[in-house]
């Protein structure tokens, strides 16, 4: 299995000033594109001792700060980044030949901009929430529909105002950037932005 990528490559004069700027612009292209969920990323975690895991979110918000998504905040992804608070993101969009690396260091967001962003989700993913110990072992899917069936009797057709405790958001801040994009015969583009000190970037090309 193997395909060729003919698309245009990606040279220093194509960047943005800035890797939020270069993001936003991607990530226009490729909702514009209408690829499936364009906002999905592949967060990656470890344990302190370095065991790693994997698993695809949704980024729920960008700025020049950095990623914020927003999970079970004692789920497996929850407790390794409360341990070992630092992860890599992915974006794969494939179908354009292009991907974005992204690493740095993650931290909670505001109690007040998690509530925010909880009261805007539909009534399901809101009971959801509640009613998923999430990462934990269950016995079956009863226990799932009975978790549910007890929190949305608790609050009604309305669902939770507001989050359990034990869930928030979660910000990267970059220390890299990188844009990928496929170009033929392997040898492809990619150019990383990389925090040389607080407020001043690099750009660097890296070997494919």
Avoid: C
């Avoid at 700060?65 to 999970?71: C, K, R």
């Avoid at 492809?188 to 990389?194: C, E, G, I, K, S």
């Avoid at 001043?200 to 090309?205: L, Q």
């Amino acid at each position: 299995m193997r395909r060729d990528y003919a698309r245009s490559g990606l040279s220093e004069a194509d960047l943005a000033p800035t890797w939020f700027e270069q993001f936003e612009g991607w990530l226009a292209a490729a909702v514009a594109a209408g690829l499936p969920e364009p906002n999905a990323m592949v967060l990656a975690t470890a344990t302190p001792a370095g065991r790693p895991s994997a698993r695809t979110v949704l980024l729920k918000g960008i700025d020049e700060a950095g990623f914020v998504w927003y999970t079970n905040l004692t789920s497996r992804k929850g407790t390794e980044l409360a341990a070992n608070p630092y992860a890599s993101l992915v974006f794969p969009w494939h179908p354009m030949g292009r991907q974005v690396v992204v690493t740095g260091p993650v931290a909670p967001v505001s109690r007040a901009q998690t509530e925010a962003y909880f009261a805007r989700r539909p009534v399901d993913s809101r009971l959801g929430a509640w009613a998923s110990a999430q990462s934990t072992v269950v016995a079956d899917r009863g226990a799932l529909d009975d978790a549910l069936a007890e929190v949305t009797a608790r609050f009604g057709a309305d669902g939770p105002a507001g989050p359990p405790a034990h869930w928030g958001g979660l910000r990267l801040a970059p220390d890299t950037v990188e844009f990928w994009q496929g170009r033929h015969g392997r040898l492809h583009d990619r150019l990383r932005y990389r925090a040389d000190r607080p407020g001043d970037w690099v750009v660097e090309r890296l070997a494919p």
